[in-house]
């Protein structure tokens, strides 16, 4: 059974960093490309970030380059994102989200349960 | 700046067809943006309906199919039922590993 168990996630001052992390299970991370997406409060989802699974390149949202980097454990089968020059707008809920098929055509077919993430002083 | 382009709202009543499109502000959407449909209801994890265009994901309802209509990808949903009534939610893979969601469409069945 395919799980994304997901920790991390809080309070932090604008200009700080958080640490995301989604341990996988079910599966191996290095078969599938890895995204996290966030949803801000009554707003709709923005894709975040991407690892791939064959090769571990990454890609990043116009947003968030520069300041979030993606990462993978594959000794642990977790994904992490971590999060640095924080700002008010990236205060959201954060989905780890495994892509559904390996060609990239299937966005997900598993969410993680969230972490909220709030940037406010 | 590249925009994914949804209608805001829509309402349909209990039977009838709705067919919801998710453009670009500047270009034509074909296959090779490989686009996806999303339901999501307050409170839960979006739910994917449609992958690749025109795939149905597993479990979903065949009154729910994709296509491209013209130069949008669209999510049609034939006889609409009152648990249809949420938010729909695209995304597409601009190249180069990005993907763009839309900013949705609530939609109304009563």
């Known amino acids: 059974e395919v799980q994304l168990l997901q920790s991390g996630g809080g309070l932090v001052q604008p200009g700080g960093s958080l640490r995301l992390s989604c341990a996988a299970s079910?599966?191996?991370?290095?078969?599938?490309?890895m995204n996290w997406v966030r949803q801000a409060p009554g707003k709709g989802p923005e894709w975040v970030s991407s690892?791939?699974?064959?090769?571990?390149?990454?890609h990043y949202a116009d947003s968030v380059k520069g300041r979030f980097t993606i990462s993978r454990d594959i000794s642990k089968n977790t994904v992490s994102l971590q999060m640095n020059r924080l700002r008010a707008g990236d205060t959201a809920v954060y989905y780890c989200?495994?892509?559904?098929?390996?060609?990239?055509?299937?966005?997900?077919?598993?969410w993680g349960q969230g972490n909220l993430v709030t940037v406010s002083s | 700046q590249t925009v994914v382009t949804q209608e805001p709202s829509f309402s349909v009543s209990p039977g009838e067809t709705v067919t919801l499109t998710c453009g670009l502000n500047?270009?034509?959407?074909?296959?090779?943006?490989?686009a996806n449909w999303f339901q999501q209801t307050p409170g839960q994890t979006p739910r994917t309906l449609i992958y690749?265009?025109?795939t149905r994901s597993s479990g979903v309802p065949d009154r729910f199919s994709g296509s491209i209509l013209g130069n949008k990808a669209a999510l049609t949903i034939t006889g609409a039922q009152a648990d249809d009534d949420s938010d729909y939610y695209c995304?597409?893979?601009?190249?180069?590993?990005?993907?763009?969601f839309g900013g949705g469409t609530k939609l109304t069945v009563l």
């Open positions: 500047s270009g034509s959407v074909s296959y090779s943006f490989y």
């Open positions: 995304v597409l893979h601009l190249g180069g590993g990005i993907w763009l």
């Open positions: 690892i791939f699974g064959y090769a571990s390149s990454t």
């Open positions: 989200v495994k892509r559904g098929s390996s060609d990239g055509s299937y966005f997900s077919d598993y």
């Open positions: 690749n265009t025109d």
């Open positions: 079910g599966f191996s991370i290095t078969s599938y490309t």
